[in-house]
């Protein structure tokens, strides 16, 4: 089937008329999905999935229903997409972070993250930077997703775009607390490279003493030893 895209914002037109969209009339179930998943109507996504709504069809930015749900956080409506079948790595190809899974690995969104592990989530897919969803996660410290992605099998020395890879972007882009030091711990445990410098030679060690990381640059002196 060819996914159909329609040129539609959540924020625009008539949505009350298409939330009760006959169900007979599948264009128009397939525009009110996308609106009610980005507002996480998720008795609304359902009966419209019922009714015909094509799960996977695009927005204007070709951007799909489960993308909204996603970035909304709306995890009941993002469940019941996923579950409908929805793709969790379809890209729009163009966003920073393009597919629903990229984003939710990014803003640590771990209850959709679960789901979409469990539903064929690509582990190697990349973002606008090239890095995995695992980076971002490591850089905004979301411990708990992190977690969730060594243990999905995401690689922890994926280089990015910019030479780094999630423990360089815990380090240079961190405050070095609690979160990020217990990050740095489960990327060394994962099999995290502690010695893969940055594109310029610089080390995780030599960026850690830098920054007065002190916790960070103990951990990675262990590793190193």
Same mark, same amino acid.
């Given at each position: 089937?060819?996914?159909? @895209? ?12 298409? $939330? ?22 998720? *008795?609304?996504?359902? +009966?419209?999935?019922? *009714? ?19 970035? =909304?956080?709306?995890?009941?409506? &993002?469940? &019941? #997409? @996923? ?10 190809? *163009? ?7 990229? #984003? ?7 209850? !959709?993250? $679960? ?20 980076? %971002? ?15 999905? =099998?995401?690689? %922890?020395?994926?280089?990015? +775009? ?20 217990? !990050?740095? &711990? ?5 099999? &995290?490279? %502690? ?8 080390? %995780? #060690? ?9 916790? !960070? ?5 262990? $590793?190193?030893?």
């Amino acid at each position: 089937m060819v996914t159909k @895209i329609f040129h539609y914002s959540p924020g625009n037109g008539d949505r009350t008329a298409l $939330r009760h969209a006959t169900v007979g009339n599948h264009v128009e179930a397939t525009i009110a999905l996308i609106g009610d998943a980005a507002r996480g109507d998720a *008795a609304e996504v359902r +009966r419209l999935l019922a *009714a015909g709504a094509e799960v996977d069809a695009r927005d204007g930015a070709r951007r799909t229903a489960l993308y909204h749900a996603t970035e =909304g956080n709306h995890a009941d409506a &993002a469940i &019941a #997409l @996923i579950e409908a079948g929805a793709d969790v790595n379809a890209s729009d190809g *163009a966003s920073i972070d393009p597919t629903p899974y990229l #984003l939710a690995g990014k803003q640590g969104y771990n209850e !959709i993250l $679960r789901v979409m592990l469990a539903h064929g989530a690509d582990l190697k897919s990349t973002n606008g930077y090239g890095g995995t969803a695992l980076i %971002p996660a490591c850089e905004r410290g979301h411990v708990e997703t992190v977690r969730m992605l060594l243990e999905a =099998g995401t690689d %922890p020395d994926h280089v990015n +775009r910019l030479g780094w890879t999630g423990l360089l972007e815990a380090i240079i882009l961190s405050d070095g607390g609690p979160r990020h030091q217990e !990050i740095v &711990a489960l990327l060394l445990e994962a099999g &995290a490279d %502690p010695a893969l410098a940055d594109h310029e030679g610089v080390t %995780p #060690l030599a960026h850690a003493e830098a920054r007065g990381h002190a916790e !960070i640059a103990a951990l990675l002196r262990a $590793r190193l030893e």
